[in-house]
């Protein structure tokens, strides 16, 4: 990195807890060479750990820093355990560079080989083809197998832990390595599909039949059969209802990805690579820009708007009160906004394409809640239709069941009811269909009721040609 005399300087200490306000590039005065240039942040956890991609003397690394004390020397020990039991196991990992633990300040780092043009697994899944995504599966199962034969597992492990370098894969998380010491013929059953259903969980539901598949190479190289898929199955149903669960939750929250601003009079959620002052000034004063966007629609719930902001145009929802009764009952319940805010991340985590939610926001008297707003990314009509202009440019009703074969068998292999399916809903750009107006989606729990809740959106379904 050049021009290093410009940067902003900090110490370890002060870049882990600026957290999500560190901004790169910076350099960092205490490390080893001085000053180390820090070209992008990849990974924040506020006061505790924080991952970079650095320049160190002209080669760049992927840079640890981890706070404070007895936290720190923990963190740094499973990182060398880690990377070690990796490489005894046969597993390719990125070397490390250069270590330490500073007992002044209190904080550890670990430097690792940068892997140029490395492409992360998850991002090559999503992009793959069915075929290419099988023999994606089968070499990390393998992977995951030769872990469990030398009695290793990591255990938050997922698509983004490999990378795939020079067409090999290597394994990146070293610090999430558990070593099982006790046995020296692999990992117990139990902790061995625990592991696996772990995993599973993290891939979609729609993708189980194809999970099967690819799971024979994990047992050829295991040669055990005392491990079946149904049981891991269970592990991973169990695993994945804990992970939405989850998922659900952080969504309202600040992190890498969000930031949550609350007082006693609004709550409000926004992605952080939107929240720019031409998004905040928004958000500190919507109904004027809203009045003056384009309405797309005046309803007495709810008002939807095309609305530009900064250089982008987005549509925004604002849900009404209607009268004093219809406002009364609305003060203790979660609003409509919340409700699809928390939708549509929900879809995301299942595959299921809809417009990406931007920011969440309610006015509020303390925890009561008010009008509220939902802003979402605007789909430019150019480049796709709704479901209603092709019925009425010609789509019979058989092509519309095919077109929309893969989305039902989606929702039902998620347990996920739409609520009202009627054309005006439904945005199909190519070969993806975005679904629309959140309000009543449902993730269901039971396999019967989202059966019967599905019936209902086939037969609402069916009915836009009826009304067309």
Request: charged content about 25%; aromatic content about 10%.
């Amino acid at each position: 990195m050049t021009g290093q005399e410009s940067l902003k300087n900090y110490s370890s200490k002060e870049a882990l807890a600026a957290g999500f306000d560190l901004q790169a590039p910076f350099a960092l005065t205490d490390l080893d060479p001085s000053p180390l240039g820090c070209e992008k942040i990849l990974r924040v956890l506020p006061g505790k750990r924080l991952v970079l991609l650095a320049d160190a003397a002209g080669e760049k690394v992927i840079l640890k820093l981890m706070g404070h004390g007895a936290y720190a020397k923990r963190e740094l020990n499973l990182e060398l355990e880690g990377s070690r039991a990796l490489t005894s196991a046969g597993i390719l990992t990125p070397d490390i560079v250069d270590h330490a633990a500073n007992s002044n300040s209190g904080i550890s780092y670990i430097s690792f080989q940068f892997l140029e043009q490395a492409t992360n697994l998850s991002e090559l899944f999503h992009q793959a083809s069915e075929t290419q995504r099988k023999e994606l599966l089968e070499v990390v199962f393998k992977i995951i197998a030769r872990m469990h034969n030398a009695g290793i597992y990591q255990h938050d492990i997922h698509l983004d832990n490999f990378v795939l370098h020079n067409e090999s894969v290597y394994t990146l998380d070293c610090a999430s390595v558990i070593t099982n010491t006790h046995s020296h013929s692999g990992i117990e059953d139990k902790t061995a599909i625990s592991n696996l259903g772990l995993f599973i969980a993290q891939l979609y539901p729609h993708l189980d039949e194809l999970t099967e598949s690819c799971f024979t190479r994990y047992l050829e190289l295991r040669q055990i059969t005392n491990i079946d898929f149904p049981q891991v199955y269970r592990s991973a149903v169990l695993a994945r209802n804990k992970r939405m669960h989850r998922y659900r939750r952080k969504i309202f929250k600040s992190s890498s990805e969000h930031i949550r601003l609350r007082n006693w009079r609004e709550y409000r959620v926004c992605c952080r690579n939107h929240y720019d002052p031409e998004m905040k000034q928004f958000l500190d004063n919507p109904d004027p820009a809203i009045d003056a966007g384009v309405i797309l629609k005046a309803g007495n719930s709810a008002t939807v708007a095309r609305v530009s902001i900064g250089s982008k145009y987005y549509v925004i929802k604002r849900y009404n009160v209607k009268n004093y009764w219809h406002g009364f009952k609305r003060l203790f319940q979660t609003s409509r906004a919340w409700r699809s805010w928390r939708s549509a991340y929900s879809l995301k985590l299942l595959d299921i394409d809809t417009p990406e939610a931007v920011a969440l926001l309610e006015k509020r008297f303390g925890p009561l809640r008010k009008r509220s707003y939902l802003v979402c990314d605007y789909l430019e009509p150019e480049r796709g239709a709704h479901l209603d202009q092709l019925i009425k440019n010609g789509l019979t009703k058989q092509q519309g069941q095919n077109l929309f074969h893969s989305l039902f068998k989606k929702m039902s292999k998620s347990l996920v009811s739409h609520g009202d399916f009627k054309a005006t809903n439904f945005f199909i750009q190519g070969e993806k269909i975005f679904v629309l107006d959140l309000d009543a989606m449902t993730l269901h729990y039971s396999k019967t009721r989202c059966q019967k809740a599905l019936k209902k959106d086939q037969k609402r379904f069916a009915h836009n040609w009826i009304k067309a």
